[in-house]
DNA sequence: AACATGACGGACA
DNA sequence: GTGTCCGCCATGT
């Protein structure tokens, strides 16, 4: 357990239900903006595991991304994220601006996120 | 040790 | 908006 794991996997776990970060947004978010694809690879080596809401983490795009061939594909996480209350706009794709958590707003992202977009 | 791969992201055409 | 390319860096072979 290196201490870049443990830090994906302290802010992984801070991610609010019916909220999403980006792997890149994480990277940058404890210091190693250049790691994003680390940062997947995190995700990967928990290996489907609930103890951390890996389904939260996606690409910067609102897009999932990972492999259709491996078990916990991207249908999972497509239906996990939709439990929550997440709506995918278009297959496997979501509103970012909407629904990414930011931890450094977490007190002051109020309703500057996602009230404007009208239609 | 060298080379290929990848749950990414940003720059360019 | 889409398709390609390149940089990044831990893992796998």
Do not use: C
């Given at each position: 357990?290196?201490?870049?794991?443990?830090?994906?996997?302290?802010?992984?776990?801070?991610?609010?239900?019916?909220?999403?970060?980006?792997?890149?947004q994480?990277a940058?978010?404890?210091?190693?903006?250049?790691?994003?694809?680390?940062?997947?690879?995190?995700?990967?080596?928990?290996?489907?595991?609930?103890?951390?809401?890996?389904?939260?983490?996606?690409?910067?795009?609102?897009?999932i991304?990972?492999?259709?061939?491996?078990?916990?594909?991207?249908?999972?996480?497509?239906?996990?994220?939709?439990?929550?209350?997440?709506?995918?706009?278009?297959?496997?794709?979501?509103?970012?601006?909407r629904?990414?958590?930011?931890?450094?707003?977490?007190?002051?992202?109020?309703?500057?996120?996602?009230?404007?977009d009208?239609?």
């Amino acid at each position: 357990m290196t201490p870049f794991k443990q830090s994906v996997l302290t802010i992984v776990r801070k991610i609010p239900k019916g909220k999403v970060m980006s792997y890149g947004q994480i990277a940058k978010y404890i210091g190693a903006p250049r790691a994003s694809r680390e940062v997947g690879w995190v995700m990967h080596s928990l290996g489907g595991t609930l103890d951390f809401p890996w389904w939260r983490v996606l690409n910067s795009k609102g897009t999932i991304t990972i492999k259709e061939s491996w078990d916990n594909g991207p249908e999972t996480q497509q239906h996990l994220l939709e439990a929550e209350g997440v709506d995918f706009s278009e297959e496997r794709t979501l509103d970012m601006v909407r629904y990414q958590y930011h931890p450094e707003v977490e007190t002051h992202q109020i309703s500057l996120l996602g009230s404007d977009d009208g239609h």
